[in-house]
């Protein structure tokens, strides 16, 4: 029977923050007192140790802000009704927003390789074979990882000096030669996998949590997360992690990349005790609220600082919101069809704002296409670096439509791909889908529904349906949700087809796939004996090597 993948030169240096954090997580009574405790501690150590703003770093520090199914209704700037995130909402008044901006999958470990790639999952391997248009990310039994011919964002910084470090949730890839810092992060606090759990450690461990190349305890261990109340200061743990970076690099007058990946809004959804209760929308409202009250306090100690004009700033989204999840753990994806795991726009649109003042102008709404992609390009088109010339790069430069160097808008696809399929194509206004499908008529049957109440006739199938000799055409402009297909009858099908057609055709002759990482799982790869169990007394016996092909239900 096959089994079925779960659900879904700093080494040994201990910054003052880790210290903290390790100080707090061993103890229970501190870990409700950190949400209030630990940023008060935090500025009193930083406040004495910097005496003077520093500003003169020839190449801007970048900061990537990466949420975890947080979905494009979620932000008060995008209409959610609830106004609760004010920070955000500020951001976007100081920056610029993005209401076409794009995930490259509708999933999280393909969509965060493809930010840190530039490539499409299909070209770096993040995707399976193991059959047709099936979403597959990293569980702790997957033998495959970022591949080692691939390029990351911090590699190519290191060109130009930058300090890099990775906060929060991984997922590309769990085993020692998959890790951050073996692919060009200097530092890394956080988790290789999802916080699922919590687990019977004979049968499947809890997954570890990394200070740099060591694991610091187990998630459910020495890291709580209360699921009953949903209790858990991780966020404030990665907040205190960012701040630390920020300050020190800022001291040594060092470039720096922050890449930010904070996963409170994933399920099971967690906040700290400050924070719940306080949304109208639930526990997953009191998720957003700290993620927000946290980009705030980032913003606020550039500013206090003085970096802000040297610091370019990007928040968004892995995926749309896990409508799965709904009504407690889950999000809102606004006036778009379905949610996370389908290529319809509900999975694909995310939240995006730009923040770099005296550079970006404030107050900005920019409809430029654009893709998570797009940002291993444009950063390092910011550092004054050249991308690399030997491989197929999907990633738009965005620094003319960010310093509003061209006010006419780059024409370019957004490709929407599902595993090893391409599904749909957006040009301009008009986006045609060549295969639709939500999940299978057995999940659905069994309470699975990715598009709860959206449901439109021939359009979110339970069947895979290809529609390759008449692909389905919306106009997103005028239908965001893509409920009225254009009738195939019309002028305006035709010529759109006539245009869409010859790039679908360039792209497909043109793609080279990449060799596929994620089609083969083995239970003796979990996370049984990490790096650094021996000094905690946390390691586990290995299980006998028995790999099979992961099965991807959807």
């Known amino acids: 029977m096959r089994k079925r993948c779960a659900d879904d030169p700093h080494e040994g240096k201990q910054t003052t923050s880790s210290k903290l954090i390790m100080t707090l997580a061993s103890c ?43 979905g494009w209704g979620d932000l008060g700037v995008f209409g959610q009704p609830s106004k609760e995130t004010p920070n955000l909402d500020a951001m976007a008044a100081q920056g610029m927003l993005f209401p076409n901006f794009y995930t490259a999958n509708p999933l999280c470990s393909p969509s965060r390789a493809a930010l840190l790639t530039g490539r499409l999952p299909v070209r770096n391997g993040f995707y399976t074979t193991n059959a047709h ?31 890099s470090k990775i906060v929060g949730k991984w997922h590309l890839g769990h085993r020692p030669q998959y890790l951050p810092l073996e692919n060009g992060f200097d530092e890394w606090f956080g988790a290789p996998d999802c916080h699922f759990g919590p687990y019977n450690s004979s049968i ?5 949590v990394y200070n740099n190349s060591e694991m610091l305890g187990r998630y459910y261990e020495e890291f709580k997360i209360d699921k009953k109340t949903g209790e858990s200061n991780l966020t404030q743990m990665y907040l205190v992690e960012g701040l630390d970076f920020i300050v020190r690099q800022t001291e040594a007058q060092r470039p720096f990349f922050l890449y930010w990946a904070a996963d409170a809004t994933h399920a099971p959804v967690y906040a700290s005790k400050r924070f719940l209760g306080k949304s109208q929308r639930g526990r997953y ?48 994806n606004g006036p778009f069809l379905c949610g996370k795991e389908t290529t319809f726009e509900g999975g694909m649109r995310e939240p995006a704002i730009a923040w770099w003042p005296g550079h970006i102008k404030g107050g900005t709404v920019n409809f430029q296409l654009a893709n998570v992609m797009d940002l291993f390009t444009t950063s390092l088109a910011l550092a004054g670096i050249s ?22 808008l780059q024409s370019r696809p957004i490709f929407y791909y599902r595993g090893n399929e391409l ?16 999940n299978s008529w057995e999940e659905f049957n069994n309470g699975i529904n990715f598009c709860p109440g959206q449901d439109v006739p021939g ?16 106009h997103l402009g005028r239908d965001p949700g893509e409920k009225y297909p254009i009738s195939v009858l019309t002028k305006e099908y035709q010529d759109v087809l006539s245009g869409i057609s010859p790039v679908v055709e360039q792209h497909k002759k043109t793609l080279v796939p990449g060799v596929p ?38």
């Open 387 to 408: 991308p690399p010339d030997d491989r197929a790069l999907d990633g738009l430069d965005l620094t003319p439509v960010l310093l509003n160097r061209s006010h006419a």
């Open 423 to 438: 599904m749909a194509v957006r040009l301009g206004e008009y986006k045609a889908h060549y295969w639709t499908w939500s």
């Open 459 to 474: 359009v979110t199938t339970h069947d895979q349906k290809e529609h390759t000799l008449q692909p389905i055409i919306f």
């Open 28 to 70: 229970s009574t501190a870990m409700r007192l950190m949400s209030t405790v630990t940023l008060t501690l935090f500025y009193a150590l930083i406040c004495c140790s910097v005496t003077e703003k520093t500003s003169n770093v020839s190449s801007p520090n970048i900061i990537i802000m990466l949420m975890d199914d947080m």
């Open 517 to 554: 990482q994620l089609n083969m799982c083995d239970v003796a790869v979990m996370n049984w004996a990490p790096a650094g169990c021996e000094k905690l007394g946390k390691c586990l016996k290995v299980p006998k090597s028995e790999p099979w092909k992961c099965d991807w239900p959807h």
């Open 133 to 163: 248009s099936r979403n597959a990310y990293t569980p702790q039994e997957i033998v495959g990882g970022i591949s080692e011919d691939e390029i990351l964002i911090p590699q190519m910084l290191k060109k130009k000096g930058y300090v």
């Open 285 to 332: 409202g009191d998720a957003v609220m700290e993620l927000d009250y946290s980009v705030g306090q980032i913003l606020t100690l550039l500013q206090s600082q003085g970096i802000e004009n040297n610091t370019f700033v990007f928040f968004t989204s892995d995926n749309g919101a896990a409508l799965i999840s709904c009504p407690n753990e889950g999000g809102s």
């Open 204 to 208: 499947r461990p809890n997954i570890p």
